[in-house]
Each structure stands twice: as C-alpha cells, then as structure tokens.
T-cell receptor, first 112, second 113 residues
Framework: KAGVTQTPRYLIKTRGQQVTLSCSPI?????VSWYQQTPGQGLQFLFE???????NKGNFPGRFSGRQFSNSRSEMNVSTLELGDSALYLC???????????FGSGTRLTVV | GQQVMQIPQYQHVQEGEDFTTYCNSS?????IQWYKQRPGGHPVFLIQ?????EVKKQKRLTFQFGEAKKNSSLHITATQTTDVGTYFC?????????????FGEGTQLTVNP
C-alpha cells in the first residue's frame, strides 16, 4: 500500500512569506502528526490531528498552524517565515495514534 | 517540560561489534518507541515498548524498557553495514489522548566494514 506522501519535497521561500505543506497519510490512518527536524534541535513535535481535530500541540509559536480534512489529509501552514524556520518538516500517520508512526519523506523548507 | 536524553551521540564500530544506545526520560512514560533514520532518509518505526521491564527482540536487535518506565535501551549484536543510521528513541507521556512523542537527540551509528 502507498506510504505517507508529502508535497512538495523542497521549497525555498523568502523571509516574511507564508508556506503551506501537504501530507496524505496511509489509507485508513486517522492520526496525523507533524514534526520539525533541524540539526540543532533534532525532532520536535508540532501537532497531532485525529478526525479533523487537533488533539495535541507542541511548543511552537502561533505562526505554525495546521488542519486535517475529512479524508485525513493534512496541511500545515507557517506564516511570516523566519530564517530559523528552515528545516525538514515531517508528517507521520498512525491508525489511531496509539502505536508507531509511519513517516513521510518530508518537505525540506529553506528560508532565505 | 519533558526531556528525553539519549547517549551516546555518536558511535563508531567495526563490523561485527556490538552496539548499544541508551535513552532516559525525566518523567515516567506511557510507552517508548524506537526509530531508525538512514542518512538522507526519514525515521522508520522499529518497535514500541509499553510494559515495565519489557524486553523485545527483532533478529539482532534487543529493546528493553526499564522497570520505572523512565529508561530504555537498544542493543544490536554483531553489527552490519546495513545498520548504519541514526537511532532515535521517542517517549510518550500518555497524559493526553492521542500521541505526543518527545524524541531523544539520537545516536548516529557508523559501521566500518
């Protein structure tokens, strides 16, 4: 079966712009989580969605937001981009969120 | 907030040697998960431990969850070049419904053939 699909794979944006990243989970998976990975901070939890509801949120500023649609697809948005937002953004899906996650290949965002 | 510490940060071994990475949480965990990330890749789920003192094996890999559910380890016997990558532990407090994983910093394993 198809894995977790993230688009786009790469993005270059300018400071102050906003960006939307997309994630299609494995078919049937209803829990979708987002993580930010950087060399300095490692893997940090952004948020988790289940049945279109945000169940958990990490310690990121309000510029980071997300949503989940009825088909479980998810998007995350970052507004007013800063240089420090440059990172690999990973989406991961799980059946209901009580077991291990399957990660997508990520979207590498570069802010210049 | 919750912290998950992982040591060592780097480990270089000769092929055939054993490897162990350790994970410690500042708080009691509901469960702990282990992931492997190959260079340039994304994390791949290896296993989840839930019970106090639990030990699970996957071929050459042995995973342990401490009695207090605050520490865990991953041991690889007789490493192979295919074991190269970064191994992450990820703990879940279980305080809320759903999942909120706190990842350790990872142990980067290199294997010399």
């Amino acid at each position: 079966k198809a894995g977790v699909t993230q688009t786009p794979r790469y993005l270059i944006k300018t400071r102050g712009q906003q960006v939307t990243l997309s994630c299609s989970p494995i078919s049937g998976h209803r829990s979708v989580s987002w993580y930010q990975q950087t060399p300095g901070q490692g893997l940090q939890f952004l948020f988790e969605y289940f049945s279109e509801t945000q169940r958990n949120k990490g310690n990121f500023p309000g510029r980071f937001s997300g949503r989940q649609f009825s088909n479980s697809r998810s998007e995350m948005n970052v507004s007013t981009l800063e240089l420090g937002d440059s990172a690999l953004y990973l989406c991961a899906s799980s059946l209901i969120g009580d077991y291990g996650y399957t990660f997508g290949s990520g979207t590498r965002l570069t802010v210049v | 907030g919750q912290q998950v510490m992982q040591i060592p940060q780097y480990q270089h071994v000769q092929e055939g040697e054993d490897f162990t990475t350790y994970c410690n949480s500042s708080t009691t965990l509901s469960n702990i998960q282990w992931y492997k990330q190959r260079p340039g890749g994304h994390p791949v789920f290896l296993i989840q431990l839930v019970k106090s003192g639990e030990v699970k094996k996957q071929k050459r890999l042995t995973f342990q969850f401490g009695e207090a559910k605050k520490n865990s380890s991953l041991h690889i016997t007789a490493t192979q070049t295919t074991d190269v990558g970064t191994y992450f532990c990820a703990g879940d407090l279980g305080e809320t419904s759903g999942s909120r994983l706190t990842f350790g910093e990872g142990t980067q394993l290199t294997v010399n053939p």
